[in-house]
Nanobody, 121 residues
Framework: QVQLVESGGGLVQPGGSLRLSCAAS????????MHWYRQAPGGSQRDLVA????????NYADSVKGRFTISRDNAQNTVYLQMNGLKPEDTAVYYC??????????????WGQGTQVTVSS
């Protein structure tokens, strides 16, 4: 069984910063890539915010480039999202995703429960 637990969300003023964390635990053999997605209020889909491979290659949505930074600690199976210069349009539920192989050799995509980020004055 695999669990992803996010933390670090909250309410912040425009221009402020937050750091999200996501720790993966359980029957994990290896993690290929980890991502952050978000779902805006009233939205029907989760949009990719940023991703990072086990080798450290990163990619970002155009809307967050230069403001958000994704990083990971492979030894701790943890991924972080440093969010600076937050804007009201960044308000969303942020979800952690991991593409990994469990100890039975199964490759799968796993999700956390989500953490709310609200940017408002």
């Amino acid at each position: 069984q695999v669990q992803l637990v996010e933390s670090g969300g909250g309410l912040v003023q425009p221009g402020g910063s937050l750091r999200l964390s996501c720790a993966a635990s359980g029957s994990i053999l290896s993690i290929n890539a980890m991502h952050w997605y978000r779902q805006a209020p009233g939205g029907s889909q989760r949009d990719l915010v940023a991703g990072i491979t086990s080798a450290g290659t990163t990619n970002y949505a155009d809307s967050v480039k230069g403001r958000f930074t994704i990083s990971r600690d492979n030894a701790q199976n943890t991924v972080y999202l440093q969010m600076n210069g937050l804007k009201p349009e960044d308000t969303a539920v942020y979800y952690c995703n991991a593409v990994l192989k469990n100890d039975l050799g199964y490759h799968g995509s796993y999700w956390g429960q989500g953490t709310q980020v609200t940017v408002s004055s």
